[in-house]
């Protein structure tokens, strides 16, 4: 149980482009969801905090209009990266929180994004 | 500021060997929740043991256990036999009142044959 699936795994795309990469709880489901961001060799830095039917909530310093965020239903939790340049390329990471199960406080994480803007 | 501090960036231990990796956070809070996440070469995050600071015993699962010292703050990670599916980056990270994540920097493990 507790699988969270991300697509695509890695996109290649053009600087000016927009790119969207999906997050789904594919056994339970979430009402919260989360948006990390991992350079090489590094920790994971918190995006921001998806919330099903609500706006996204953006931690400092992250551009809402540049990284949005769209958590329509309770499996399903979308990025897009708007108009991607060079220095947007990372490793993006999504995490699902189980709000019905007993350990409510543990993320379960999806695999990641890898992404490359040329 | 809450923080969680890892204080080693790399270490290495023989197969069957025991390894504890270090992970100190400060905080005011009374109840929160303390993880031991691993990250392969794939980069999947994968859960290894958790702990509830209002409970004093420590969490085990498996070959993996948890010094959990709350009043010094410290919450360490105890690899038993060590195997080479071990080798890869453990994060600790501290979950305080909200449900977000407050990571370590990572300590990376390499296991030797």
């Known amino acids: 149980g507790a699988v969270v699936s991300q697509h695509p795994s890695w996109v290649i795309c053009k600087s000016g482009t927009s790119v969207k990469i999906e997050c789904r709880s594919l056994?339970?489901?979430?009402?919260?969801m989360f948006w990390y961001r991992q350079f090489p060799k590094q920790s994971l830095m918190l995006m921001a905090t998806?919330?099903?039917?609500?706006?996204?909530?953006?931690e400092q310093g992250v551009e809402k209009d540049k990284f949005l965020i769209n958590h329509a239903s309770l499996t399903l939790s979308t990025l897009t990266v708007t108009s991607a340049h060079p220095e947007d390329s990372s490793f993006y990471i999504c995490?699902?929180?189980?709000?019905?199960?007993?350990?409510?406080?543990?993320?379960?994480f999806g695999p990641g994004t890898r992404l490359t803007v040329l | 500021a809450q923080t969680v501090t890892q204080s080693q960036p790399e270490m290495s231990v023989q197969e069957a060997e025991t390894v504890t990796l270090s992970c100190t956070y400060d905080?005011?809070?009374?109840?929160?929740?303390l993880f031991w996440y691993k990250q392969p070469p794939s980069r999947q995050m994968i859960l290894v043991i958790r702990?509830?600071?209002?409970?004093?015993q420590n969490a085990t699962e498996n070959r993996f256990s948890v010094n959990f010292q709350k009043a010094a703050k410290s919450f360490s990670l105890k690899i038993s036999d060590s195997q080479l599916g071990d080798t890869a980056m453990y994060f600790c990270?501290?979950?305080?009142?909200?449900?977000?994540?407050?990571f370590g920097t990572g300590t990376r493990l390499k296991v030797l044959a």
């Open positions: 995490s699902a929180r189980d709000w019905t199960a007993p350990e409510k406080d543990t993320q379960y």
């Open positions: 056994d339970f489901q979430a009402t919260t």
């Open positions: 998806s919330n099903e039917g609500s706006k996204a909530t953006y």
């Open positions: 905080t005011s809070e009374n109840n929160y929740y």
């Open positions: 702990q509830e600071a209002y409970k004093q």
């Open positions: 990270a501290f979950r305080p009142g909200t449900y977000k994540y407050i």
